[in-house]
């Protein structure tokens, strides 16, 4: 029988898994969301109570937000059996080549804790973009992050409305895409990190959440204005991401800072206030039917469709190599 301990400490950690510090719904978040709700409610003129206007039926009640919401319980299950360890794959890789770079000898850090603190987090937000962006653009992995694009209203939950195999992939490949960075800067240019540095990154992250980061996965607009957000994402243009319309594919990729996708041409700055909807769309920008309407087919369609996707460009491949063989 397990000892009052053990239960308490088994609680603990499966509250942390579900609302932690290190997820999007700690409370604490939460409630730093729910007061800039209130900020911008009282700009906005709106005739409805604020309640009305923050939380409307519609979108907590749509269908597509109860599967985000089995989605997220399905996910943090797996999250307690330790699948998506990002932090211990990026520390395995980057202490590694480090050591192999700085010959076991990493100099004493020259630099402040805070300018290195904001390097890595530049390192790490660099690393998110191109993770990102390659399963937008590679057809095989796609099908596994269109999960999270076919949410058709976005609340905070939507965060976590997400195929565990894309899970797996995101967290393995920004593991090592992280891991080789943070080596390379670390063994090279800055050496050694204290314990100040990584308080440092987590307080560069911790401020991240606070200030806005729920805010994405709303209906709710947001705009940094034009210059910061060359700079930063701000929720709006996090929101385009996850448009219907044709003109906002495959921009805004990136998660904290904009200058990924503005050096790499995928940055999209609103001019103004748009009217957004959400789901999958065809080439045209037309909306498809719901491919994942339920727990199961969000599930299920993205293993099939993936493998429908690798089995038609290895035909394509064969067509090809045909073609370039022929006298």
Not at 292 to 321: M, W
């Amino acid at each position: 029988m397990d000892s009052p301990s053990n239960i308490i400490e088994t609680a603990f950690r499966l509250a942390n898994a579900w609302a932690g510090p290190a997820t999007r719904l700690w409370p604490f978040y939460l409630l730093t969301m729910i007061g800039m709700c209130y900020l911008l409610f009282r700009r906005s003129l709106s005739v409805k109570s604020f309640f009305q206007w923050a939380f409307p039926v519609d979108v907590y009640f749509h269908k597509s937000h109860f599967v985000d919401i089995k989605l997220f319980l399905f996910s943090r299950i797996l999250a307690l059996l330790g699948l998506f360890n990002t932090v211990a794959i990026t520390a395995f890789m980057a202490s590694g080549l480090m050591t192999f770079l700085a010959e076991s000898n990493a100099p004493e850090a020259a630099l402040h804790p805070a300018l290195i603190a904001l390097l890595m987090v530049l390192v790490n937000d660099f690393g998110v973009y191109w993770v990102h962006r390659i399963h937008h653009e590679i057809k095989t992995l796609w099908p596994f992050h269109a999960v999270h694009h076919s949410a058709e209203v976005l609340t905070p939950v939507t965060t976590y409305r997400k195929h565990p195999l894309y899970d797996i992939f995101s967290s393995s490949s920004r593991g090592v895409v992280m891991g080789l960075l943070e080596g390379v800067l670390l063994g090279l240019f800055v050496g050694k990190v204290e314990f100040t540095t990584i308080a440092g990154i987590n307080a560069g992250y911790a401020l991240f959440n606070l200030l806005g980061s729920n805010l994405r996965h709303t209906h709710i607009w947001l705009s940094y204005g034009r210059v910061l957000e060359h700079l930063f994402i701000s929720p709006a243009q996090h929101q385009i991401h996850h448009s219907l319309d044709h003109k906002h594919y495959n921009t805004n990729y990136g998660e904290i800072f904009a200058i990924w996708d503005w050096m790499f041409g995928t940055l999209y700055v609103p001019q103004s206030r748009e009217e957004l909807q959400f789901g999958l769309s065809d080439a045209e920008g037309k909306r498809i039917e719901q491919p994942h309407d339920s727990l199961t087919n969000a599930l299920v369609v993205p293993i099939q469709d993936s493998l429908k996707s690798f089995r038609g460009n290895s035909a394509e491949a064969k067509n090809v190599t045909s073609e370039a063989t022929r006298p």
